[in-house]
């Protein structure tokens, strides 16, 4: 079965300082993973997909994502936070079930940003 | 220009309460989902139906009714809420995959808090 797990619950960074959310998948077929992004009182928004094409993926407001099989990771970065990224950040792999998928969360990432 | 919207946004309501949550996308996707996101900000799925048809039903009590009358439609019932119910839930819809490989992201609507008191 697939599922994910993001260290650190909460992160903060400094306007301006690079953003690095983590996740790891586990996953006994090639997966598709996703990060998403929720602000507050919001529904969650996709930032990136990786689905096979490549490896680095780039994503909506300055996001991008590499996905690393020999480390089984797919980090989310940006280089420069800005106060507009505070957010809860979510981690996903699709699950697949037979002719079904389902998105499978990890715990979510609580970014603050400092100014 | 709405995707997937959801109503009501707020919900409060007793305990023994039957209550609905509707949800309606106009992305002309099959698939269609409910997602419960708990007080630790946990999401995990409850049911997704493709073309009204039930795929997924991850072992919710069977007090939650989903009912999907046409493939734009996914409505929620919930019969003699409890406290533990209280969350949020989302309502989504997604494209088909390439096969079925899940490579298709789903699109959410903005939630409905449910608070049961």
């Known amino acids: 079965a697939q599922s994910v797990t993001q260290l650190g619950s909460h992160v903060s960074v400094s306007e301006g300082a690079l953003v690095l959310l983590r996740c790891n998948y586990s996953?006994?077929?090639?997966?598709?993973l996703f990060w998403y992004v929720q602000y507050p009182n919001q529904g969650l928004q996709l930032l990136l997909k990786?689905?096979?094409?490549?490896?680095l993926v780039k994503g909506i407001n300055g996001f991008e994502a590499e996905f690393k099989k020999s480390e089984t990771s797919f980090h989310l970065t940006k280089p420069s936070a800005h106060m507009s990224d505070a957010a809860e950040y979510f981690c996903?792999?699709?699950?697949?079930?037979?002719?079904?998928?389902?998105?499978?969360f990890g715990t979510g990432t609580l970014l603050a940003v400092q100014p | 220009d709405t995707a997937v919207s959801q109503t009501p946004k707020y919900l409060v309501t007793q305990m023994g309460n039957d209550k609905s949550i509707k949800c309606e996308q106009n992305?002309?996707?099959?698939?269609m989902y409910w997602y419960k996101q708990d007080s630790k900000k946990f999401l995990k799925i409850m049911f997704s139906?493709?073309?009204?048809?039930?795929?997924i039903n991850e072992t919710v009590p069977n007090r939650f009714s989903p009912k999907s009358p046409d493939k734009a439609h996914l409505n929620l019932h919930i019969n003699s809420l409890e406290l533990g119910d209280s969350a949020v839930y989302f309502c989504?819809?997604?494209?088909?995959?390439?096969?079925?490989?899940?490579?298709?992201?789903?699109?959410f609507g903005q939630g409905t808090r449910l608070t049961v008191v």
């Open positions: 989504a819809s997604s494209p088909p995959g390439r096969g079925v490989l899940g490579d298709t992201e789903a699109f």
């Open positions: 996953s006994s077929v090639p997966p598709y």
């Open positions: 990786y689905t096979s094409a490549a490896t």
């Open positions: 996903a792999v699709n699950s697949l079930g037979g002719a079904t998928n389902k998105l499978i």
């Open positions: 992305l002309g996707h099959d698939t």
């Open positions: 139906y493709n073309n009204k048809e039930l795929i």
